[in-house]
């Protein structure tokens, strides 16, 4: 068997995350043109990747209709001025489909038969609803394959609650205002900005330009998260305010084997060690980050101690919980999403894995002390998803100065 090539994330770009909706800044945005404003933002920023030299190009939707339909991995790369010669398809795993896009080409060029690729996701949920067009098999609740809930993410939440006590609402409300707080002061720093490609958009105001995401509230508080309606369930935990919204969004990577970046004077900003999904209940999707990152884990040969920063997917406040309650980890562990999340950017579904990995590339950058992050989501229909990643720019002395520190 061939020695694996060694895969690395290069660089990662988004648009800003806007509200679904018609009041929302992409209302007459094209889905499509969201991506492809992306893609060129990832290629003007990486000039010296040979644009004819990208074996394929893979973008995730979880509504594959419409403006985001037309097996959007080969429209987009036209449209985005890549040479025709440059293939590209779509793909989907639901929350998941950015991340998995990245794996399949991450494999792709492990295993030899790529040097360059291009991973991305887009969601437009304020033009498909989520589960627009979709028609579900009769046989998922007449034979009893899942509960009849299971398709309700916010349902699938309130059973997580139902199953772990400890995980409170009261717990959920105080994990979401951290990640309002830790985003506000991410933005105020400029540590999210630098990876936004700004967006044309076009509102009853006119012309304008999108830059920031939409949906940030700041002026948060625990008192206001308490009287949040729960309409997943009477008197239930899961609100708008411990959960992420319904958002309109593109992201894209590119990923590259070592070599081929050393080829090309292409700065790595992250080195895949393993990635992994796994399948759990439909009816608690939440839970799936954990046997995922044991999956990941094992391959890799680490442990959860040798974690030193997660980028979690807040899909839902408490399914974070719960994977930090599974290892041991606590709440406001400063490791976890130490730029905020999607409760506070929001969650374009089938975008948000890359979003996880610009944000992790970034804080590799400044952290020449941490060796190894984690990417890691839920999934609808019962699944997680996780990726390790190492720091190219890890240094065991910074490493053993902040230990001294404490």
């Not at 094209?30 to 990486?46: I, Y």
């Not at 644009?51 to 509504?63: G, L, M, S």
């Not at 975008?351 to 970034?362: C, I």
Request: glycine letters at 12%.
């Amino acid at each position: 068997m061939a020695e694996r090539a060694d895969v690395v994330f290069v660089d990662g770009v988004r648009t800003p995350f806007g509200r679904a909706g018609e009041k929302g800044m992409y209302w007459n945005t094209r889905a499509d043109d969201l991506v492809v404003k992306a893609m060129v933002g990832l290629l003007e920023r990486n000039p010296s990747a040979p644009r004819e030299r990208i074996d394929d190009v893979a973008i995730a939707a979880t509504t594959q209709a419409g403006d985001q339909g037309l097996t959007i991995g080969r429209s987009a790369a036209i449209l985005a001025g890549l040479p025709k010669t440059v293939p590209g398809f779509a793909i989907d795993r639901m929350c998941a489909g950015a991340m998995t896009a990245a794996a399949m080409m991450s494999g792709s060029i492990a295993s030899g038969m790529y040097d360059l690729a291009i991973a991305g996701g887009v969601e437009h949920m304020g033009h498909h609803p989520m589960g627009s067009g979709v028609d579900p098999n009769p046989r998922f609740v007449s034979e009893k394959l899942v509960g009849e809930d299971a398709l309700v993410m916010g349902a699938t939440a309130e059973r997580i609650h139902d199953r772990f006590p400890q995980l409170t609402k009261e717990r959920s409300d105080r994990y979401a205002l951290a990640s309002q707080r830790k985003t506000a002061a991410a933005y105020e720093a400029g540590k999210i900005q630098q990876d936004l490609v700004p967006v044309a958009i076009r509102t009853e105001e006119g012309w304008g330009l999108a830059t920031r995401d939409e949906v940030m509230r700041p002026e948060t508080t625990l008192e206001g998260l308490s009287t949040l309606k729960t309409p997943f369930r009477p008197h239930g935990r899961i609100t708008a305010g411990n959960a992420s919204g319904l958002n309109d969004g593109a992201t894209a990577a590119l990923l590259a084997s070592g070599a081929a970046a050393k080829e090309y004077g292409l700065t790595p900003k992250m080195k895949l060690v393993s990635f992994a999904f796994a399948g759990v209940d439909p009816e608690i999707m939440g839970i799936g980050p954990i046997p995922a990152t044991e999956k990941a884990l094992r391959k890799a040969g680490l442990t959860i101690d040798d974690i030193d920063l997660f980028e979690m997917n807040e899909a839902f406040a408490v399914q974070v919980l719960s994977f930090l309650d599974h290892y041991g980890i606590a709440d406001d562990d400063p490791r976890v999403n130490p730029w905020g999340g999607a409760i506070a950017v929001g969650h374009p579904l089938a975008s948000s894995g890359v979003r996880l990995m610009n944000q992790l590339a970034s804080q590799f950058t400044e952290r020449p002390d941490v060796r190894y992050g984690i990417t890691s989501m839920c999934v609808g229909l019962g699944q997680g998803g996780t990726m390790i990643w190492e720091n190219p720019s890890f240094d065991k002395k910074a490493k053993k100065a902040k230990q001294a520190r404490g």
